[in-house]
């Protein structure tokens, strides 16, 4: 490709993906404030990095999920022991009503300051690993978004603190048959 690539491996995290990095800041945040119980919506990664961390914890776990959710997903999650909710309906609106329930229920969804905090760390050990060199980009896959907000966060505020000389692009890639934010990029959209 005529530059020099890295890949960051995030399937070596406890349960296989980015999302032990805020549910490791998510749940212990949980723990202290004195939850018994967190909550999430998940069909996938979310739901198998919230449980097992909660389990680990001590807590509650409730996941909601589609009501179509294949079965061997769902027995994934199981193992954890979470509560699992399958809701009938359009899953974005389920998440923006579990978005509400955060501030006073626990649900530590993709987006969820504390989530964000934890999953910064990625863009951390890139800028670690690099220095002095800053990467001209960092390329991310995209579902909600979270993820991708985290890193931009964690390069602002390193940026702000002047501990990197440049600022790197953000490239997000979305799955065609789910691409809402690409769509919206494409279309000039601000929602
Ligand atoms: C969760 C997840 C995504 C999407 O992350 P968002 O924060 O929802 O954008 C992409 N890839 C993998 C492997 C994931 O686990």
Same mark, same amino acid.
């Given at each position: 490709?005529?530059?020099?690539?890295?890949?960051?491996?995030?399937?070596?995290?406890?349960?296989?993906?980015?999302?032990?990095?805020?549910?490791?800041?998510? =749940?212990?945040?949980?723990?202290?404030?004195?939850?018994?119980?967190?909550?999430?919506?998940?069909?996938?990664?979310?739901?198998?990095?919230?449980?097992? /961390?909660?389990?680990?914890?001590?807590? !509650?776990?409730?996941?909601?999920?589609?009501?179509?959710?294949?079965? $061997?997903?769902? $027995?994934?999650?199981?193992?954890?022991?979470?509560?699992?909710?399958?809701? !009938?309906?359009?899953?974005?609106?389920?998440?923006?009503?579990?978005?509400?329930? !955060?501030?006073?229920?626990?649900?530590?969804?993709?987006?969820?300051?504390?989530?964000?905090?934890?999953?910064?760390?990625?863009?951390?050990? =890139?800028? $670690? @690993?690099?220095?002095?060199?800053?990467?001209?980009?960092?390329?991310?896959?995209?579902?909600?978004?979270?993820?991708?907000?985290?890193?931009?966060?964690?390069?602002? !505020?390193?940026?702000?603190?002047?501990?990197?000389?440049?600022?790197?692009?953000? /490239?997000?890639?979305?799955?065609?048959?789910?691409?809402?934010?690409?769509?919206? /990029?494409? $279309?000039?959209? @601000?929602?």
């Amino acid at each position: 490709a005529g530059c020099t690539l890295s890949l960051k491996v995030e399937g070596q995290n406890p349960t296989g993906s980015f999302k032990d990095r805020g549910s490791a800041v998510g =749940i212990s945040h949980a723990v202290s404030a004195g939850r018994e119980w967190v909550g999430t919506v998940s069909h996938g990664n979310m739901a198998l990095s919230t449980s097992a /961390y909660a389990a680990s914890a001590g807590l !509650e776990c409730a996941v909601f999920v589609p009501a179509d959710t294949p079965a $061997e997903r769902l $027995e994934r999650i199981a193992r954890h022991d979470p509560r699992v909710f399958r809701v !009938e309906g359009d899953y974005g609106k389920l998440y923006s009503k579990t978005l509400s329930l !955060e501030a006073d229920a626990g649900c530590v969804n993709s987006d969820t300051p504390l989530r964000f905090a934890g999953q910064k760390t990625v863009a951390y050990e =890139i800028f $670690e @690993r690099l220095r002095p060199a800053v990467p001209d980009a960092i390329v991310l896959p995209v579902s909600s978004g979270g993820q991708a907000s985290a890193v931009w966060k964690a390069v602002r !505020e390193l940026d702000r603190a002047g501990l990197i000389d440049a600022v790197p692009r953000l /490239y997000f890639v979305q799955a065609a048959p789910c691409d809402p934010v690409a769509t919206a /990029y494409r $279309e000039d959209r @601000r929602e």
